[in-house]
């Protein structure tokens, strides 16, 4: 965390304040992870914290510390509400912008306390009076993690916070998987370990509790893969009728992009959702290499996020958004041939 940040936020924390956490909208594990770790370690230093998640969050993340006292947004609006305006401070995690947070938008934009932006994707806003923002990062927990070391308090670090912080890494870096995961990430996995992370715990939690449904839905979602060979492309389409017919759940889709791009010779995948609820089409993109799914995302899909992981969505058809998708790929047909 760099040092100029530090004496500000010591300003902000020395004394007791009324302090609100905000996720984004459909939240993952680093987003909640990061959420529950910081007020874990706020509320041992005397704050009063209330954290507000914009919609639900998937079950599989349900077992963390600190979870059942999540407050849903979408579920308790006139409450949540009620707390961010008589909010001395609040925390953003996991985003840095807005409008990433849904219907609760105008709610924080209305907030006249200062915002604390914690963040590891690209290009921030200018909404917060301190921005932690670092785009090498592998996850915001590991931001969190240094923003506590930083205070000199990892000290402080329970199993419980220590859970919460691994969960974020273990998912946003793909099992450690992921280009992002570097020498330091790993050495504040091994020290969150140490402070009582139960890796297997936190794996078989995440990633061995399948529902059958699920693996159903993974089967529908398989036989829809569409492989471009020319554009070294896979992509994998769900309807909304495919997702009822399967009992979808929130996170049930979680990782599917994750088969097409391991196909041999793949460098782009993505996979479209349709959500008729929102009238949309929610849309990830991951990719192998030094291809932008940022730039792609940003530039056509209303999203952003990572080089290699990003997400969009259309207001388009699910037909006519995979057809603009494979429309755009004749112009970065150098870009995945390399």
Same mark, same amino acid.
Not at 282 to 289: F, P, W
Not at 303 to 318: F, K, M, Q, T, Y
């Given at each position: 965390m760099n040092s100029d940040l530090v004496g500000p936020l010591n300003a902000f924390l020395k004394t007791g304040r009324r302090i609100v956490l905000v996720p984004h909208k459909n939240p993952d594990g680093d987003a909640i992870g990061s959420c529950l770790g910081l007020q874990r370690f706020l509320e041992k230093n005397n704050h009063t914290t209330h954290l507000i998640s914009p919609n639900d969050f998937p079950e599989f993340l349900k077992w963390m510390p600190g979870a059942d006292s999540v407050l849903n947004f979408e579920k308790n609006r006139e409450e949540a509400s009620e707390l961010i305006e008589r909010a001395e401070l609040i925390f953003t995690l996991d985003f840095n912008s807005l409008g990433r947070i849904g219907a609760m938008q105008p709610v924080l934009e209305k907030a006249t306390c200062p915002f604390i932006m914690v963040?590891?994707?690209?290009?921030?806003?200018?909404?917060?009076?301190?921005?932690?923002?670092?785009?090498?990062?592998?996850?915001?927990? *590991?931001?969190?993690?240094?923003?506590?070391?930083?205070?000199?308090?990892?000290?402080?670090?329970?199993?419980?916070?220590?859970?919460?912080?691994?969960?974020?890494?273990?998912?946003?870096?793909?099992?450690? /998987?992921?280009?992002?995961?570097?020498?330091?990430?790993?050495?504040?996995?091994? *020290?969150?370990? *140490?402070?009582?992370?139960?890796?297997?715990?936190?794996?078989?939690?995440?990633y061995d509790t399948n529902r059958a449904e699920r693996l159903q839905l993974l089967g529908c979602a398989l036989q829809n893969l569409v492989i471009l060979k020319p554009y070294?492309?896979?992509?994998?389409?769900?309807?909304? @009728?495919?997702?009822?017919?399967?009992?979808?759940?929130?996170?049930?889709?979680?990782?599917?992009? @994750?088969?097409?791009?391991?196909? /041999?010779?793949?460098?782009?995948?993505?996979?479209?959702?349709? @959500?008729?609820?929102?009238?949309?089409?929610?849309?990830?993109?991951?990719?192998?290499?030094?291809f932008s799914v940022n730039d792609m995302?940003?530039?056509?899909?209303?999203?952003?996020?990572?080089?290699?992981?990003?997400?969009?969505?259309?207001?388009?058809?699910?037909?006519?958004?995979?057809?603009?998708?494979?429309?755009?790929l004749p112009?970065?047909?150098k870009q995945l041939n390399r």
């Open positions: 963040d590891h994707h690209q290009s921030p806003d200018t909404y917060a009076a301190i921005t932690y923002s670092d785009p090498e990062m592998s996850s915001t927990c *590991e931001m969190v993690f240094h923003l506590i070391d930083a205070l000199g308090a990892v000290d402080q670090i329970d199993g419980a916070l220590a859970s919460c912080l691994y969960t974020g890494i273990l998912t946003d870096t793909g099992s450690f /998987k992921y280009s992002g995961t570097t020498p330091t990430t790993m050495r504040v996995a091994a *020290e969150l370990m *140490e402070h009582g992370a139960n890796h297997t715990e936190i794996h078989r939690h995440i070294r492309t896979a992509y994998i389409t769900l309807t909304q @009728n495919d997702l009822d017919q399967h009992g979808f759940q929130k996170g049930d889709t979680e990782g599917f992009v @994750n088969y097409a791009l391991s196909l /041999k010779d793949v460098v782009l995948a993505a996979i479209f959702i349709e @959500n008729r609820d929102e009238g949309i089409i929610k849309i990830s993109l991951r990719s192998q290499g030094e995302a940003r530039l056509h899909f209303n999203g952003g996020g990572h080089i290699n992981a990003a997400g969009g969505r259309s207001d388009e058809s699910l037909e006519a958004t995979t057809a603009r998708f494979e429309s755009l112009s970065y047909e």
